[in-house]
């Protein structure tokens, strides 16, 4: 190794993270040390510090798997335990910018309360009411019909459609990401936003700090602002232990003119399009909005974009007068785009799940990256199967992360042992995170079944009812399944003890990690 290469990963930024992190932990250990003569008095502070955090934790509204993974080490070492609870056990949010957030999000349902139509669904039923409904009330995320939708099965399709339409940008162009990593994908989307921006279209990005850790230089924010590009960080990394760096934004937004909007699971970075080969072939999934459902999307962007500049947007400027439907490929049907939000204490992601597990009389086919699922979605899922539903689940057989990985396989056995299929998609990893109901709903999105995306991360969807699209979601998952191996619950039992075991202790501590 050259010593250039090796002055290089030194002085990456990861590695001086881990190394301030590990500074610190040094310093909390030192600090106990020194203080060894007062150990009683510590010890018994340190003991009504954990009871303390205990106490908080039961009494807040989080899911019961998350408590008892924060519980049990708290009594085990309450030396210890309470102060990390403390570091790094909430969602870190000051009264400041609570306030902060509840004006942002009163505007976004101010601008978007107009649109709301929820019963006229009522063709399809009191179910699907409800389910939109409920996305209405608790996400402010109205129901749309003047949509046209397209479907892609994977990243590598929508690559093509997305430069496309991003060339056509004649007044503004977001995008709000998890990861960009230059390559292929990044750097072609690059030069279209550099094009725009100098043609006079108001070009802007987010990208979130710890998705890109690995993949962006250090104030890579200022490289697009000398390009003519806005941008904003989502909650820089800091190297201090503080709980603030648990929420994440791991939305995936394209919106042109406000007229034209993507989401859907893939990241601008290659492996996403099978640019670059990473954990075998990457299975992922996107959706293309064209109509009134793509406003939306425009205003969840413009609300994270308000709390980041503190300058209040006017929505209206960016609604497009007039919005028209293209003749072609994409459908036309009912779409309900939402967001959720980690810090309003509404769990709309884990609720989209559950609606659509509880409501389905037929069948409930998902794809999910991981299956590190709450108390309540174990208990949705297993309901559903033991009552006859058919539900099937496709997670990967190519981990991305082995841990995580063991993680998902510890939730195989209660699900299998009710009737749940569950298959592994052989070819490499799936990162696709898609539900399709009975033939009638369907969602795509950003949501993974896992406690982060649930609880801790600012996530987006969309929820569809009745038309093509649901089909071709469903369609989808019946392509993918024939390419996956089923789990038998003998492959589930069939480990030696310790690695049972060391699966249960992940299974607990799983709302952690």
């Given at each position: 190794?050259?010593?250039?290469?090796?002055l290089s990963m030194v002085s990456h930024r990861t590695v001086l993270v881990a190394l301030m992190l590990l500074v610190q932990v040094g310093l909390f250990a030192a600090a106990i040390l020194r203080f060894s003569e007062y150990f009683v008095y510590f010890y018994l502070t340190c003991v009504?510090?954990?009871?303390?955090?205990?106490?908080?934790i039961i009494n807040q509204k989080s899911d019961p798997g998350y408590k008892i993974a924060w519980i049990v080490p708290i009594l085990l070492v309450p030396v210890f335990g309470g102060l990390i609870y403390l570091l790094c056990g909430g969602t870190g949010v000051s009264k400041k910018l609570?306030?902060?957030l509840e004006e942002t999000q009163a505007r976004f349902a101010e601008a978007l309360e107009r649109d709301k139509k929820a019963d006229a669904l009522s063709p399809f039923g009191r179910d699907a009411v409800n389910q939109s409904r409920y996305l209405e009330e608790y996400a402010d995320c109205p129901l749309y019909t003047n949509t046209r939708t397209r479907y892609f099965p994977l990243g590598d399709l929508?690559?093509?459609?997305?430069?496309?339409?991003l060339r056509k940008a004649e007044k503004y162009i977001f995008l709000e990401y998890f990861i960009i990593e230059p390559g292929v994908f990044w750097n072609a989307i690059l030069e279209v936003l550099e094009e725009k921006a100098r043609q006079g279209v108001d070009v802007r990005v987010i990208y979130d700090d710890v998705g890109s850790l690995?993949?962006?230089?250090?104030n890579y924010d200022k490289e697009l602002r000398d390009k003519g590009i806005q941008c904003h960080v989502f909650n820089r990394f800091i190297p201090i232990l503080s709980l603030r760096l648990?929420?994440?934004?791991h939305r995936k937004i394209c919106v042109i003119d406000g007229h034209t909007a993507f989401t859907g699971g893939i990241n601008l970075a290659d492996e996403y399009i099978n640019a670059r080969v990473k954990y075998g072939h990457w299975k992922d999934n996107a959706i293309l909005l064209k109509g009134e459902g793509a406003w939306s999307m425009t205003a969840m962007f413009l609300a994270m974009w308000e709390y980041f500049s503190g300058k209040r947007e006017d929505y209206d400027a960016y609604r497009p007068d007039c919005l028209t439907l293209d003749t072609g490929r994409e459908s036309r049907e009912w779409v309900q785009p939402y967001t959720d939000s980690p810090l309003d204490g509404e769990?709309?992601?884990?609720?989209?799940?559950?609606?659509l597990i509880s409501k389905a009389k037929s069948y409930v086919y998902i794809m999910t990256p991981y299956l590190i699922i709450s108390d309540s979605v174990n208990t949705a899922l297993c309901s559903a199967a033991k009552c006859g539903v058919?539900?099937?689940?496709?997670?990967p057989h190519v981990p991305d992360k082995k841990t995580i990985f063991e993680m998902t396989k510890a939730h195989y056995s209660p699900l299998l042992e009710a009737g749940v299929r569950i298959f592994e998609y052989t070819p490499g990893f799936v990162h696709a995170k898609c539900f399709a109901v009975d033939d009638l709903y369907a969602t795509v999105g950003t949501v993974n079944m896992d406690y982060r995306s649930m609880f801790l991360h600012f996530e987006n969807g969309v929820w569809l009812c009745g038309g093509p699209t649901v089909l071709d979601v469903k369609g989808d998952i019946l392509d993918t399944l024939e390419k996956s191996r089923e789990v038998t619950l003998e492959d589930a039992r069939n480990h030696s003890f310790f690695r049972l075991l060391f699966r249960s202790v992940l299974r607990m501590f799983a709302p952690l990690m």
């Amino acid at each position: 190794m050259t010593p250039k290469k090796l002055l290089s990963m030194v002085s990456h930024r990861t590695v001086l993270v881990a190394l301030m992190l590990l500074v610190q932990v040094g310093l909390f250990a030192a600090a106990i040390l020194r203080f060894s003569e007062y150990f009683v008095y510590f010890y018994l502070t340190c003991v009504f510090v954990s009871l303390f955090a205990v106490l908080y934790i039961i009494n807040q509204k989080s899911d019961p798997g998350y408590k008892i993974a924060w519980i049990v080490p708290i009594l085990l070492v309450p030396v210890f335990g309470g102060l990390i609870y403390l570091l790094c056990g909430g969602t870190g949010v000051s009264k400041k910018l609570g306030r902060k957030l509840e004006e942002t999000q009163a505007r976004f349902a101010e601008a978007l309360e107009r649109d709301k139509k929820a019963d006229a669904l009522s063709p399809f039923g009191r179910d699907a009411v409800n389910q939109s409904r409920y996305l209405e009330e608790y996400a402010d995320c109205p129901l749309y019909t003047n949509t046209r939708t397209r479907y892609f099965p994977l990243g590598d399709l929508a690559f093509q459609p997305m430069l496309e339409e991003l060339r056509k940008a004649e007044k503004y162009i977001f995008l709000e990401y998890f990861i960009i990593e230059p390559g292929v994908f990044w750097n072609a989307i690059l030069e279209v936003l550099e094009e725009k921006a100098r043609q006079g279209v108001d070009v802007r990005v987010i990208y979130d700090d710890v998705g890109s850790l690995y993949t962006l230089p250090k104030n890579y924010d200022k490289e697009l602002r000398d390009k003519g590009i806005q941008c904003h960080v989502f909650n820089r990394f800091i190297p201090i232990l503080s709980l603030r760096l648990n929420n994440r934004d791991h939305r995936k937004i394209c919106v042109i003119d406000g007229h034209t909007a993507f989401t859907g699971g893939i990241n601008l970075a290659d492996e996403y399009i099978n640019a670059r080969v990473k954990y075998g072939h990457w299975k992922d999934n996107a959706i293309l909005l064209k109509g009134e459902g793509a406003w939306s999307m425009t205003a969840m962007f413009l609300a994270m974009w308000e709390y980041f500049s503190g300058k209040r947007e006017d929505y209206d400027a960016y609604r497009p007068d007039c919005l028209t439907l293209d003749t072609g490929r994409e459908s036309r049907e009912w779409v309900q785009p939402y967001t959720d939000s980690p810090l309003d204490g509404e769990p709309v992601g884990e609720t989209v799940y559950l609606n659509l597990i509880s409501k389905a009389k037929s069948y409930v086919y998902i794809m999910t990256p991981y299956l590190i699922i709450s108390d309540s979605v174990n208990t949705a899922l297993c309901s559903a199967a033991k009552c006859g539903v058919d539900v099937r689940i496709i997670t990967p057989h190519v981990p991305d992360k082995k841990t995580i990985f063991e993680m998902t396989k510890a939730h195989y056995s209660p699900l299998l042992e009710a009737g749940v299929r569950i298959f592994e998609y052989t070819p490499g990893f799936v990162h696709a995170k898609c539900f399709a109901v009975d033939d009638l709903y369907a969602t795509v999105g950003t949501v993974n079944m896992d406690y982060r995306s649930m609880f801790l991360h600012f996530e987006n969807g969309v929820w569809l009812c009745g038309g093509p699209t649901v089909l071709d979601v469903k369609g989808d998952i019946l392509d993918t399944l024939e390419k996956s191996r089923e789990v038998t619950l003998e492959d589930a039992r069939n480990h030696s003890f310790f690695r049972l075991l060391f699966r249960s202790v992940l299974r607990m501590f799983a709302p952690l990690m």
